[in-house]
C-alpha cells in the first residue's frame, strides 16, 4: 500500500448478535493485510444486532473491497463507510495515575481542565475516566503519563452520524428490520 494515499477509514458495520461474526470480520481484515487500528461492538437499538465501529488504514479502492466482501459475510446486516459523514465520535479512557500528597491537585486540576473525571481514589492513585475525541484522550494520556500512568484501558472510537437520518440510515433499518423478521441472509 502506498503510505501517501492512505486514510483512516471509521466504518459502521450491522451484524447479528452471533458467536463467531467477529471473528470472520477480523479475519478478513487479516487476509486482506489491514490492521484494525481500533474497534468497538456492543449491541445495537435492535434486539439481536450488534454496531462494530472500526478504523482501519488503506487507500479508497482497497477500502471499498474490504466493505463489499465485509457486506457479503453471512450474519452481517449491511455496513457503512462514515468517513467522510459529518460525525460525533468518541473514545472512553480508564488511567490509574500516581496521585500522591505532592501532586494530587496538579492531576487534579488537569482532570477539571479536560473535564474528565475521577472514580476511584486511593492513597497514591486515582482512577480517572475521560470521554472524547480521539486526539483529546490522547493529549490528556500524554500529559498524565509526567505523573506515572500505572494502568491504562481505552476502547475503540464510537461513531453516529449527526442530524436526522440519511438514506443510507434508512436502508441500514430497513436491513435490519429484514434480518430481524427472518427475511436475511
Known amino acids: 500500500m502506498s503510505e501517501k494515499k492512505l486514510k483512516r477509514h471509521t466504518m459502521i458495520a450491522w451484524m447479528e448478535n452471533k458467536p ?43 477500502l471499498r473491497q474490504v466493505q463489499t466482501q465485509l457486506d457479503k459475510l453471512i450474519h452481517v446486516v449491511d455496513i457503512q463507510d462514515v468517513s467522510d459523514e459529518p460525525v460525533v465520535m468518541r473514545e472512553l479512557a480508564l488511567i490509574k495515575v500516581r496521585a500522591d500528597n505532592g501532586n494530587r491537585a496538579q492531576v487534579m486540576q488537569l482532570v477539571d481542565i479536560y473535564r474528565a473525571r475521577v472514580i476511584d481514589v486511593d492513597m497514591d492513585t486515582l482512577i480517572v475516566q475521560i470521554v472524547g475525541p480521539e486526539d483529546r484522550v490522547q493529549s490528556f494520556i500524554k500529559l498524565l503519563s509526567n505523573f506515572g500512568i500505572e494502568e491504562m484501558t481505552r476502547t475503540g472510537r464510537v461513531a453516529m452520524i449527526r442530524g436526522s437520518k440519511s438514506q443510507k440510515q434508512h436502508e441500514v433499518e430497513e436491513a435490519v428490520a429484514s434480518y430481524s423478521n427472518g427475511d436475511g441472509q
Open 20 to 62: 463467531g461474526v467477529l471473528n470472520r470480520v477480523a479475519s478478513l481484515f487479516r487476509r486482506r493485510n489491514f490492521n484494525i487500528e481500533s474497534l468497538a461492538v456492543g449491541h445495537s437499538e435492535t434486539p439481536g444486532i450488534s454496531r462494530m465501529t472500526f478504523v482501519a488504514r488503506g487507500n479508497e479502492r482497497e
